[in-house]
Each structure stands twice: as structure tokens, then as C-alpha cells.
């Protein structure tokens, strides 16, 4: 609680941007990655939902492990989304108002993560198959307006599932308003 003389404490960053940079960077890391996606490939369908989650943020490190297109493809979908996920997590309480309180928080925080998202997969898909020549994308692309749509679909899919992580983040670290203290009314003097 901070004295009338005080400075208010500032966070350094927006609640859920450090959950975001964490995720991205421990769960897309290629290593972890790559064993996550090894328990997860013909799991049920529970693990199918996590694979989505883990694999869409992976980022390479290596170009000839990942081959170029997938390469620039997923550090460019990786690093859009961080980008737009970062700018609107740091302004989502400007943009709800105090009264809407916690729900108002999560819906926003999902929706924006998954706008991030899917406006990342689907600028990362654009870029990636206009620069490559498609005899070298066939393998990844194959026909382009299928590829378009998957990406669309686990880009919106991984924005609901992470923003529903992220908007329960915001929301519990909703900061309540100060009550300010009333000045107390002094009695009326006698004289």
C-alpha cells in the first residue's frame, strides 16, 4: 500500500506479456519442441488441441535441419505474433474500461491474442510462398488455398487456447481501483 508521498508502483511489463515471452521461448524452443511433438503425434484428441498449442509458436535455429521454408516461415509466424500479441497486451487496459472489470479483460485479451494469431499465420503464409519458388514449397504448400486455410484455422485454434491462458492471466491480475479514504468531517466548533 503506498503513502500519499509514494510513487504507485509500475509493472515493468503488462500482465500476460511475461507469460507470452516465456511460452515462446521455452515451449517453441526446437529441442523441447521437438520432443513435445513426438508425445503428442497420434495422441487422442485432448493431446491433438496441445499439439497445436505447443507447435505454433516454434521458432528454428537451424536452416538445414528445417529447410529454408519452414525455416523463415515459423520464425517470421513466431515472431509477428509475439510482436502483435506484445503491442495490444500493453494496451488492453486502456482499451477496457474499469466497469467491465474481469470478464471484459479476458474476452479482450483472448480476442486480440487471437487476432495476433491468425493476422501472423496468415501474413507469415503470404510472405513465405510469394518469396520461395513453388517447386520448393510443393512438399510444404502443396495446393495453396488448403495451405491458406490450415493456417488459418491453427492460427485461430492456438489464438483461442493461448488467449483463454493469457485472458485468465490479465483477469486475475485485474488491478483493483485504491479506495481512497474519506476526509473525515471535523466537528463544528462552539465559538
Sequence with gaps: MTGQGEPHSRRMFAPGVTV?????????NPWLNLEIARVTVGADSIFR???VVVAYPVWHVDVDRAGPFLFWFANLRTALFVLLAVMGLSRVRRWVAETA???GLF???V???TLSAVSAGLLSALVTVALFDARTTASYVGDSEEFFLTQLGSSALF???FGSVLGAVVAAQRRRPVRRERPANAPKSLW
Excluded at 507470452?20 to 517453441?28: P, S
Aim: proline share 0%; net charge neutral.
Design 107 to 109: 474476452v479482450t485479451t
Design 49 to 51: 488441441l496441445v499439439g
Design 20 to 28: 507470452l515471452a516465456g511460452f515462446v521461448l521455452l515451449v517453441g
Design 101 to 103: 472489470g474481469g470478464a
Design 111 to 113: 480476442g486480440l491474442t
Design 159 to 161: 489464438g483461442v487456447l
